[in-house]
């Protein structure tokens, strides 16, 4: 059973859920607007500092959580959640969010709600980011410096530069989704165009340590501890549209540097999938006030998700 099941009508008031469900009018722009604000902010006070060491290590990790965020921001557009005007809502996705980080809305969209559709079954395209765990510590630790070293997104991009000239790869199950060949047009076309405003400027360093830096490292990181806490190791009751997703409590600095924009609450997000995110921690407040979260995994913070999905080598 999917998700698809879950009867919010029978579960919250008429007027619990029309509030969480009222249009999306200013909300979904000033997200949009907070995640390229942050950005912009960590860029000057590296610019500002001179590279200085510590400044641009936070900026990195800082940089490339919101680069997560714009994903996320892109997954809200894949169910029309940034703005209730469809245009706006889609080039927002796409141009603003989508393109710079290298996905694609388009190609995305279809692909996610199949996964809302057959969540934790074989049909399920992301069963295979779930699939591997839990694994060994060792395996875990190697995952991890391929993250921070480059070495997956380097995998990554080599894979989508090779569906521009053999299209079918972007069909193979369980292929990244940034290998649709539109994602990699649109990526290298915004990015070249990024590139060139901090180059005019005289910033063009700044594009490479602040833009290409935490793009490499910490955002395949982030990306990767997101998708683990979401549904790997979850003891699932296809019964329970609830079951089906991990919610964890994250943290301030969790929030930062893993977790953006309420990503976190995947379970409510998967039970109601046309709620918008910024709406979802009232979703959890009612739903635990109802009793209802019962069977639902809620984590008390990442490290507590990743120790469960490693074991002793």
Known sequence: ?????????????????????????????????????????????????????????????????????????????????????????????QWLASAPVGTDL?????????????????????????????????SMRRKIFRDLTGQTFLKQRAFAIRALFKPELAQVPG???????????????????????????????????????????????????RNIAEHACVESDHANPLSQARTTKANFIERVLFAPYWVHYHAEHHAMMYVPCYRLPEAHRLLQEKGLLDGTEVAPGYVSVVRKVTRAA
């Open 1 to 93: 059973m999917s998700s698809y099941a879950f009867k919010p009508r029978s579960v919250f008031s008429q007027e619990e859920w029309a509030r969480l469900t009222a249009p999306v009018t200013w909300q979904g722009p000033l997200m949009v607007f907070h995640a390229w604000a942050v950005i912009g902010l960590c860029m000057a006070a590296v610019t500002l500092t001179g590279h200085n060491p510590v400044v641009l290590v936070v900026a990195v990790m800082v940089i490339g959580n919101r680069q997560l965020g714009l994903a996320i921001l892109m997954h809200e557009a894949a169910h029309g959640l940034l703005h209730r005007n469809k245009k706006l809502n889609d080039v927002m996705g």
């Open 175 to 225: 292929a990244e989704t940034i290998a649709a060949r539109s994602a990699v047009v649109r990526f290298f076309a915004v990015n070249l165009a990024m590139f060139g405003v901090l180059a005019l400027s005289g910033h063009a360093l700044v594009y490479l340590t602040c833009w290409l830096l935490p793009l490499a490292t910490w955002n395949p990181l982030a990306t990767r501890i």
């Open 106 to 138: 388009d190609f995305y969209r279809p692909y996610h709600l199949t996964h809302h559709r057959f969540v934790q079954t074989e049909q399920d395209p992301d069963l295979p980011l779930a699939a591997p765990f839990p694994t060994t510590k060792a």
